[in-house]
C-alpha cells in the first residue's frame, strides 16, 4: 500500500522558516518524482516542487525560487521542503505527491 505522510507544518511569522517531510511507503523511492503542492482556502492545489530521487534533480514554481528547497533522503524514502522568508501568501495545507498518490497534507501558517 502506497503512503505518503507529511509532517513538519506550523504556525511561524512572516520571515520564518519551516522544514516540511514527507516520508513514502509502499513504492520503490527511485520510481518518478515526488511532488510538494500547496492548496490555501477556496484556491486550486498548485504544485510547488518536485524532485526526482534518483539523480535529485528539482524543479521550483517561480512563486518559491530562492525561498524554497527541495532535497531527498533516498536510505529513509523521505522528501524534505525546506521553507524560507515564509510569507502570509505562503499559507495553506501542502500535500505531498507521487503520480497518482497523496498525502494528508500537514498546515502552514503564517502570520504577518
Known amino acids: 500500500e502506497v503512503q505518503l505522510v507529511e509532517s513538519g507544518g506550523g504556525l511561524v511569522q512572516a520571515g520564518g522558516s519551516l522544514r516540511l517531510s514527507c516520508v513514502a511507503s509502499?513504492?520503490?523511492?527511485?520510481?518518478?518524482?515526488i511532488g510538494w503542492f500547496r492548496q490555501a482556502p477556496g484556491k486550486a492545489r498548485t504544485g510547488i516542487s518536485c524532485?526526482?530521487?534518483?539523480?535529485?534533480?528539482?524543479y521550483y514554481a517561480d512563486l518559491v525560487k530562492g525561498r524554497f528547497t527541495i532535497s531527498s533522503d533516498n536510505a529513509k524514502k523521505t522528501v524534505y521542503l525546506q521553507v524560507n522568508n515564509l510569507k502570509p501568501e505562503d499559507s495553506g495545507v501542502y500535500y505531498c505527491?507521487?503520480?497518482?498518490?497523496w498525502g494528508q497534507g500537514t498546515q502552514v501558517t503564517v502570520s504577518s
Open positions: 524532485i526526482r530521487p534518483t539523480d535529485s534533480s528539482a
Open positions: 509502499g513504492f520503490s523511492f527511485d520510481d518518478y518524482a
Open positions: 505527491n507521487h503520480l497518482m498518490y
